[in-house]
């Protein structure tokens, strides 16, 4: 069954550094998100994805944030000054279209530790 | 603002026992609400999806209701088993939130024990 993939499983980083997280989605979804989840609390939506546009973000998803779809199967999270308050799991999903009928499927997850 | 509850939050039974869990949510306005499953330090795996339109919907021993008018859904599990020992979440995608978001509740931690 395809399944949404991330990488990698966890990253540490110092805080001020860089990070790319990684994900591949279904092969034939169209829609493309972020979601992320501190220790405790809720899943909380970043950003979703479609046709290499931004088509919504929420209020987490600061300059600090950016996405990208480098090539045909991966799409990406970059964040170019991390803070303590990043840390977090990071999940990738996506859904073959963005109506409302349509489930979103997510990875397994990118557990960033901020140093 | 949609706001998200799901109750109770832990849950702990005996094999074999039917169990309900709940989630409500503030605004009544949804296009669909998801139930999921999450296991420790795992990913999201979607078990259910209902449509605004739709009362329940099943899959296998699962089956969730939905009372979009009073802000409610419930998902019944049916002959619980040990391996159904996890966090389960609700999540709604609303007409007032953005077409695409999904949010969460805090999720219910359920423990079966054999």
């Known amino acids: 069954e395809p399944e949404v993939t991330q990488t990698p499983s966890h990253q540490v980083t110092q805080m001020g550094q860089e990070v790319i997280l990684r994900c591949v989605p279904i092969?034939?979804?169209?829609?493309f998100y972020w979601y992320r989840q501190i220790l405790g609390q809720k899943v909380e939506f970043l950003v979703s994805?479609?046709?290499?546009?931004?088509?919504?973000k929420s209020e987490i998803f600061d300059d600090q944030f950016s996405v990208e779809r480098p090539d045909g199967s991966n799409f990406t999270l970059k964040i170019r000054s991390t803070k303590l308050e990043d840390s977090a799991m990071y999940f990738c999903?996506?859904?073959?279209?963005?109506?409302?009928?349509?489930?979103?499927?997510f990875g397994p997850g990118t557990r960033l530790t901020v140093l | 603002k949609q706001e998200v509850t799901q109750i109770p939050a832990a849950l702990s039974v005996p094999e074999g026992e039917n169990l309900v869990l709940n989630c409500s949510f503030t605004d009544s306005a949804i296009y669909n609400l998801q139930w999921f499953r999450q296991d420790p330090g795992k990913g999201l795996t979607s078990l259910l999806l209902i449509q605004s339109s739709q009362r329940e919907q099943t899959s296998g021993r699962l089956n969730a209701s939905l009372d979009k008018s009073s802000g409610r859904s419930t998902l019944y599990i049916a002959a619980s088993q040990p391996g159904d020992s996890a966090t389960y979440l609700c999540?709604?995608?609303?007409?007032?939130?953005?077409?695409?978001?999904?949010?969460f509740g805090t999720g219910t931690r359920l423990l079966v024990s054999p």
């Open positions: 999903a996506s859904s073959l279209a963005g109506t409302s009928y349509n489930e979103q499927f």
């Open positions: 994805f479609y046709n290499n546009e931004i088509s919504e």
């Open positions: 999540a709604v995608r609303g007409e007032n939130t953005g077409f695409q978001k999904l949010v």
């Open positions: 092969s034939n979804h169209l829609y």
